[in-house]
C-alpha cells in the first residue's frame, strides 16, 4: 500500500541529528512520490494555509493540495509570490521587470497568478530578494503551515528548486512539500 504522505519530525538540535534528519528528508524529498511534511515544531491547528506560488505546475498543484487540506481542516488558503529583481530568487519569467515599475510588475503577476489559479483575492505578490523572504512573509501572515510544490522527477539536483532546498533545512514553521503529480 502505498503512502500518501510522510511525516518527518524534528527530535533534537545537535549536529548529528540535525545531518541525519536532513539526509532522510532530502532523500524522501527527491524521490518526489508522496507530499512530505516537515515538522520542526508541533503543529496543533492549522487555520491558516500559505502556498509559495509561481507559475510552474509545481506550484499549482501544491495550491490545489493546499485547497483540499483548507477545505477538511477549515483553514484559510493563500498564495504568496515573491518578485525580486534579475538574479534574485523569485525573477518572474512571464513578465518583463525592466520595462514595468515595480507596483506594475506586482499587479500584473497578481493577476497571472489569479488567472492560473482561476481564484481572485488569494493572492498576494510582494517583493522579496531571497528564499528566506517567503519564509518571513508567511510568518507575518500568520501562516500555520507553509505550502511549496516540488518539481516531477527530472535530474536530482534541479527537481527540488532552490526555494525548496533552502526552506525545508531552514525553515523553523511546518512545510508540507508537495510533487507535481499529487492529486489530493
Do not use: N
Amino acid at each position: 500500500m502505498k503512502s500518501r504522505l510522510v511525516l518527518l519530525g524534528q527530535r533534537g538540535t545537535d549536529a548529528l541529528e540535525a545531518l541525519a534528519r536532513g539526509g532522510l528528508a532530502r532523500y524522501l524529498l527527491h524521490r518526489g512520490e508522496v507530499p512530505v511534511l516537515l515538522l520542526p515544531r508541533a503543529l496543533k491547528a492549522v487555520r491558516r494555509i500559505a502556498v509559495g506560488l509561481d507559475d510552474s505546475p509545481a506550484s499549482l498543484s501544491a495550491f490545489r493540495v493546499a485547497e483540499a487540506w483548507g477545505r477538511a481542516l477549515g483553514a484559510e488558503v493563500f498564495g504568496l509570490h515573491l518578485v525580486s529583481g534579475q538574479g534574485g530568487c523569485c525573477f518572474p519569467t512571464y513578465l518583463d521587470p525592466e520595462g514595468l515599475a515595480l507596483t506594475e510588475v506586482l499587479a500584473q503577476a497578481k493577476a497571472h497568478l489569479e488567472q492560473l489559479l482561476k481564484a481572485t483575492g488569494v493572492v498576494e505578490v510582494s517583493k522579496g530578494d531571497e528564499e528566506l523572504d517567503l519564509l518571513r512573509l508567511a510568518k507575518a501572515r500568520e501562516a500555520d503551515l507553509l505550502v511549496l510544490g516540488s518539481k516531477a522527477k527530472s535530474t536530482w539536483r534541479h527537481r527540488l528548486g532552490r526555494m525548496v532546498e533552502v526552506l525545508s533545512s531552514q525553515s523553523s514553521m511546518p512545510l508540507l512539500v508537495v510533487p507535481e503529480a499529487t492529486v489530493w
